[in-house]
Nanobody, 122 residues
Framework: VQLQASGGGLVQPGGSLRLSCTAS????????MGWYRQAPGTQRELVSG???????NYADSVKGRFTISLDNVKNTVYLQMNSLKPEDTAVYYC?????????????????WGQGTLVTVSS
């Protein structure tokens, strides 16, 4: 399973960005997808996650500003980021827990996409 993320960039404080991440491959289905971020000198942290059934969770720092959604047909997760703040500046990574059919049967595996840089600055 490969994850391809896009949508990062430079935006002014108060602006918006939409991140996308598509999972591709064969013989898999999505259990859940999520977005993490890592700013320089900090640990990677969960921003938001969504299960295939639609349940969501958010970090307290982004509640009310970010919205995660999942297109189960396209295997694509989106993160709509509004009212961006300089402290949202980070590399954002998408992640998935997927059910994968292998020669040993169905296994649950975790995959990560490449990061996309979000910079919030005037």
């Amino acid at each position: 399973v490969q994850l391809q993320a896009s949508g990062g960039g430079l935006v002014q404080p108060g602006g918006s960005l939409r991140l996308s991440c598509t999972a591709s491959g064969s013989r898999f289905s999505i259990n859940a997808m999520g977005w993490y971020r890592q700013a320089p000198g900090t640990q990677r942290e969960l921003v938001s996650g969504i299960a295939s059934g639609g349940g969501t969770n958010y970090a307290d720092s982004v509640k009310g500003r970010f919205t995660i959604s999942l297109d189960n047909v396209k295997n694509t997760v989106y993160l709509q980021m509004n009212s961006l703040k300089p402290e949202d500046t980070a590399v954002y990574y998408c992640q998935t827990n997927a059910r994968v059919i292998t020669n040993l049967g169905v296994m649950i595996r975790e995959y990560w996409g490449q990061g996309t840089l979000v910079t919030v600055s005037s």
